[in-house]
């Protein structure tokens, strides 16, 4: 099907495991993001990449890794999961000179116990 | 003592009654302007955008208003219906492609 797709929806990890977050695409979209959401912060960026082998750090990338081989994916991967990396993670696209911003995915529920 | 969580202001309407949800911007560069709707478990979603050389855009059942000079956004939703319930974020661009977004507004409709 067309869209964004994050996978897994819910994910519960120890603390110190490495976890990854799953992100692809159908649009060939050149813009992806990564987002989480805590209550009181509202969306902040984790990381953001422009094209294919090009990554940047966003407000809160501490902990995290990202990587682009393809266009389509963008997983998100935490090296030594803390809980204060619990939350709701999402991923984005889009497409420079569309006006319709970002589409976003549904989310992970991260729980790091 | 138990801590206590910060929350989101709540907007609470009849159905039928008109909506208005408000946002201020934290940058008098941003030049683009987008609302987002985010209904329970869900990503959010384009309501309707607006860029700075403009003061309002309508769209079907929902209004956007810009005022530079106080750096404040407020969306207008006509005639809210139940399927409006749900959270309300404004984003700003100013930087590349990047937005920033605002902690959000639940809003609630009453049937």
């Known amino acids: 099907d067309a869209g964004i797709t994050q996978s897994p929806r819910y994910k519960i990890t120890e603390t110190g495991r490495q976890v990854t977050l799953m992100c692809h695409q159908t649009w060939s979209h050149s813009y992806m993001f990564w987002y989480r959401q805590d209550l009181g912060h509202g969306l902040r960026l984790i990381y953001y990449?422009?094209?294919?082998?090009?990554?940047d750090k966003g407000e809160v990338p501490d902990g995290y890794v990202v990587s682009r081989s393809k266009t389509e994916n963008f997983p998100l991967t935490l090296e030594s999961a803390t809980r204060s990396q619990t939350s709701v993670y999402f991923c984005a696209s889009s497409e420079p000179g569309l006006t319709d911003g970002y589409t976003f995915g549904s989310g992970t529920r991260l729980t790091v116990v | 003592g138990e801590s206590v969580g910060l929350h989101l202001p709540t907007l609470s309407v009849q159905e039928g009654d008109n909506s208005i949800i408000n946002c201020a911007y934290s940058n008098s560069a941003s030049d683009y302007f987008i609302w987002y709707k985010q209904e329970s478990g869900k990503g959010p979603q384009f309501i309707i955008d607006i860029r700075s050389n403009m003061d309002k855009r309508q769209g079907q059942r929902v209004t956007v208003l810009l005022n530079k000079t106080v750096k404040h956004l407020s969306l207008q939703i006509a005639a809210t219906q139940p399927g409006d319930s749900a959270v309300y974020f404004c984003?700003?661009?100013?930087?590349?492609?990047?937005?920033?977004f605002g902690t959000g507004t639940s809003l609630t409709v009453i049937p």
């Open positions: 990449s422009a094209a294919a082998d090009i990554t």
């Open positions: 984003a700003e661009n100013y930087t590349g492609n990047q937005f920033y």
